[in-house]
């Protein structure tokens, strides 16, 4: 179903400075989004930067606890708002989020993923990005999964944090693509064993040679830059790049000890990992 977008400036005060408002009609479903335009020029095109928020989360709430728009002023940094969504802690559906599967919500927020990269990328218009990255926190986290299982030729790499796959079938479908996974250790709602479970699907994915848990039963990351190509980032107790093998790709694993929320730090660290791929 084609998507009929309207770009307009917030009336009133921006959720954020220099940012505004799209408005989609995708389908029957109205959808809005706070998009950062690139404020510097950039030589081979502007990326873009999606960011998912977590349930009961919103755009422009996201973009305030992330920074990402600030941190890359040569992207589109866009900021989707999610709709009412039933989960485990919000069985009624009362808060905004994102579908869980393939078929959820009549895959509505697939489709605004689709009307967002047809908008931002697919335009005859001189100057659009052609490289789309995907950050999500917690639900927003578990959708960045979805995307890339399903709609991977769209996504040149992923970030994600404190969510981990809905399901064994997404986590067994996903193709190697860059990835950069953050998790806590003192998590409640998104408990470390289950992560440690999503992390090694993904380094399965991405053709790692060794996964977390066979190379290592401490929560906390050390990985050697000799054995695995740990180059060009500082090493540190809590982070591990771990090298893709033949048509893999890197996938960056950081550990923190915090709970369930977005590590400010992180941002710039997603932007680099971004840049190199």
């Known amino acids: 179903m084609t998507a009929a977008l309207i770009l307009s400036l917030v009336v009133g005060s921006p959720p954020e400075p220099d940012s505004r ?18 404020a510097e020029k950039s030589r081979s ?12 989360g919103s755009g422009s709430d996201f973009a305030t606890k992330t920074n990402l728009a600030a941190l890359w002023p040569e992207a589109y940094v866009i900021f ?19 579908q869980h599967d393939v078929g959820d919500q009549d895959d509505r927020d ?12 697919h335009s005859a218009r001189k100057g659009r990005a052609q490289r789309v990255y995907v950050v999500g926190f917690s639900n927003g986290a578990r959708f960045g999964y979805l995307l890339w299982s399903v709609r991977s030729r769209d996504i040149a790499a992923v970030a994600v944090a404190a969510g981990t796959c809905m399901s064994n079938d997404t986590c067994q479908s996903l193709p190697p693509r860059p990835a950069m996974l953050i998790y806590g250790t003192g998590d409640p709602r998104c408990k470390y064993p ?6 090694d699907a993904v380094l399965h994915a991405n053709k790692s040679k060794l996964g977390l848990s066979e190379r290592e039963p401490d929560p906390a990351l050390h990985v050697e830059e000799a054995e695995h190509g740990f180059t060009g980032w500082a090493l540190r107790p809590n982070a591990g790049l771990f090298r893709g093998g033949v048509g ?4 960056l694993v950081i550990v923190h000890p915090e709970g369930h929320s977005w590590q400010k730090d992180r941002s710039p ?9």
């Open 80 to 98: 989707p708002d999610g709709l009412k969504t039933p989960s485990p802690g919000d069985p009624a559906g009362e808060d905004a989020g994102w």
């Open 269 to 277: 660290d997603v932007v680099r990992f971004f840049k190199e791929h």
């Open 248 to 251: 893999g790709a890197d996938t």
């Open 45 to 56: 095109g502007p990326p873009v930067v999606i960011a998912f928020h977590g349930h009961s």
């Open 21 to 38: 408002l799209l408005t989609l009609k995708v389908g029957r479903l109205t959808r809005t989004a706070v998009v950062f335009a690139p």
């Open 110 to 121: 697939l489709r605004l993923f689709d009307a967002l990269v047809k908008q931002f990328t």
């Open 194 to 199: 289950s992560a440690v479970k999503t992390i």
